[in-house]
């Protein structure tokens, strides 16, 4: 008996141990997972920052397009006085954060010539801010600067409905409709940017053609001022109005545009909708379309109709160019499987800054635009065309160019013009001027835009197997007004 009882308190003394031992094991176990696991609480001054960082000695990526990609961003938010902000550095290399600097913005004051203030980025909702969060505060940021400065102008005619085209049940702006003080009402609508603070707007030419008299209506949807015309030229279809008194603000220029880089239209879609505003990105440049030899921006940022002559701008609030354009139609007979035929979407097109700059300055200065003469009609031909055939069955020349030909089965060659002084005959290929080449990224028409009437050039020229070149001075072209 006694035995039996040592052996029972001894198994239970065993398992007394067992138990000891592993709540000791569990507790050093639960003591290691905490510790791996760390803490969530937010870092000093109630910040929380979110680091996503790079490996050390990894390398950021590079797209096709040659733009660098952005893997990581880094943000602190802190509350200030005046409200959230955003702050991002560019950090070091290697094992630091990599961070991504905010797009710059203009302010108002910088497009209206005055000393600039840095302006604020809202901080994402956990203290970081994406890439297209801070491309996104920067449109935001555009479009509040720039807004101001873009105008919807109505051109206005004499009641006469067999000749004008009248818009329906639009007053005509300071008036009411057909009874208004100057007996005038609303043909049509465009829009139209501020370009200097004396008042001279851009736009399109044919938002003004036919007028008997303008008006300006401000982006305060209040203030309506009557403008003056002080030139168009239908070639280059620009115009320039000029406004009295102090302009809310006014845009600049861009040097130049690049494909990709992300653009903003502003403008009064169809009419009704005051400085909408869209987004895209540059498509394309040195476009031309059927039956024009000027040169576009491409852009899928949305133009509609009422958008002619409104700003197409960058995200420094620049002018890249003026919309002027959209193609719906492909020109295809290719029916969809639906049956309807093939339409063409996102292919808007805008005058680009140098040619607006070039046509707006002469109409300033002196009410009209002079321009070199050439005296050809012409076709640029791609590398994609060359050696092909047209549509209409005609070969392409072999080289890239300017080829000179009529689509009406005319001559290319106009009578008496410096192209035909200088032996220009048709189906010749001019591949180079003073030695530049010409292609779709250099076209004809930017080579003579750099030149005036009176210049002699050097044209090399494909004839056939030939070879040649010939000299030709440049003319002046006739007024198209």
């Known amino acids: 008996m006694l035995k039996s009882v040592l052996s029972v308190k001894s198994s239970r003394a065993t398992r007394l141990s067992w138990n000891y031992l592993g709540l000791i094991l569990s507790t050093v176990l639960l003591s290691l997972s905490l510790a791996a696991c760390g803490s969530d609480t937010p870092a000093a001054g109630g910040l929380r920052t979110l680091d996503m960082t790079i490996p050390p000695g ?3 990526s590079t797209s096709a397009a040659g733009v660098e990609a952005t893997p990581t961003v880094t943000a602190n938010a802190a509350a200030t006085a005046a409200g959230t902000t955003s702050e991002a550095t560019t950090a070091a290399p290697a094992a630091n954060p990599a961070t991504v600097t905010p797009l710059p913005a203009t302010t108002t004051a910088a497009i209206a010539g005055q000393p600039t203030a840095a302006a604020a980025t809202p901080a994402a909702a956990n ?11 920067t449109v935001v940021e555009v479009v509040k600067k720039v807004s101001p400065a873009v105008v919807t102008v109505y051109n206005k005619s004499k009641y006469n409905p067999t000749t004008r085209r009248i818009i329906p049940n639009q007053p ?3 008036g009411d409709s057909q009874n208004s003080a100057d007996g005038l009402v609303v043909q049509g609508i465009g829009s139209g940017v501020i370009v200097s603070n004396d008042g001279y707007i851009v736009t399109n030419n044919h938002v003004v053609d036919g007028q008997d008299g303008l008006t300006v209506a401000l982006n305060d949807g209040k203030t309506t001022v009557n403008a003056k015309l002080v030139g168009r030229d239908v070639t280059g279809d620009l ?3 000029k406004i009295d008194g102090p302009v809310p603000a006014f845009a600049r220029f861009a040097d130049k545009a690049e494909v990709g880089e992300t653009v903003i239209a502003i403008g009064a879609a169809l009419g009704n909708f005051r400085n909408s505003v869209s987004k895209g990105i540059v498509s394309g440049l040195n476009r031309t379309l059927p039956s024009d030899n000027g040169v576009y921006i491409q852009t899928d940022a949305a133009i509609n109709h009422g958008n002619s002559g409104g700003p197409l701008l960058n995200l420094k609030g620049e002018i890249v160019g003026i919309n002027t354009a959209v193609l719906r139609s492909t020109g295809s007979s290719t029916r969809t499987q639906n049956g309807a035929y093939d339409v063409a979407e996102g292919l808007g097109f805008a005058i680009p800054s140098n040619v607006v700059r070039f046509v707006s300055d002469q109409l300033i ?5 002079t321009r070199s003469y050439f005296g050809i009609t ?3 031909i791609t590398p994609a065309e060359a050696g092909t055939l047209s549509v209409n069955g005609r070969a392409f020349p072999l080289v890239e160019g300017a080829w000179v030909n009529s689509s009406n089965g005319a001559s290319g060659i106009i009578k008496g013009s410096p192209a035909e002084k200088a032996g220009l005959k048709d189906n010749d290929v001019i591949t180079a001027v003073d030695g530049q080449p010409l292609n779709d990224n250099n076209p004809l028409v930017n080579v003579i835009l750099g030149h005036k009437p009176g210049d002699t050039i050097k044209l090399t020229v494909q004839r056939g197997d030939q070879v040649l070149t010939l000299n030709l001075t440049l003319g002046e072209r006739p007024s198209d007004t």
């Open 127 to 137: 203290g970081a801010a994406s890439a297209d969060q801070l491309e996104s505060n």
């Open 239 to 241: 115009a320039v109005l």
């Open 58 to 60: 990894a390398a950021t």
């Open 365 to 369: 200065s002196k009410g009209s635009v």
């Open 172 to 174: 005509t702006p300071g």
């Open 378 to 380: 012409y076709q640029m």
